[in-house]
């Protein structure tokens, strides 16, 4: 995933690494992010200006020459539930991402929520009054 970054930074000047940081990307947010550039380019138009090309290449020479590279329009461009769909089929790249540069390691960022168990003490008394066995038993009567 590392040389993927590298290659992103060094041959095309965009740094995922550093939007995730700054805008504080979680994961789902990074496959919207990604997939609404990819869906831009594939359609032939700027994702910083919104500007239509006739070809993809044409779009790619704008984005260097603009320094449009790095420029993302407002969040609520990108930001929509139509971005959660990938451009493209069975994309690893996406499958790759992460929510945090420490997740590998365990490292949480200080929200970790407790779970806490549920007090299975008394699991005949849970059994007979469950909500599921009350239904189940209705079904079965009207049938």
Known sequence: MDEIYSHMEETHGFDLHKLKA???L????QV???NFIRREIHQCRCYGCQQKFSSKAEVLLHL???KHVMALPEMSKWDQPQYYFP???NDAFLCAL???ENESEGAGDGRDVPVIAEDISNLKALKQTSVLKQLLKGKNSTS
Do not use: I, M, N
């Not at 979680?26 to 947010?29: A, G, I, K, L, V």
């Open 87 to 89: 451009t493209y089929e």
């Open 32 to 34: 919207k992010l990604v």
């Open 64 to 66: 260097t020459e603009a």
């Open 26 to 29: 979680r994961f789902y947010q």
């Open 22 to 24: 700054e805008l504080g």
């Open 98 to 100: 992460s929510d945090s």
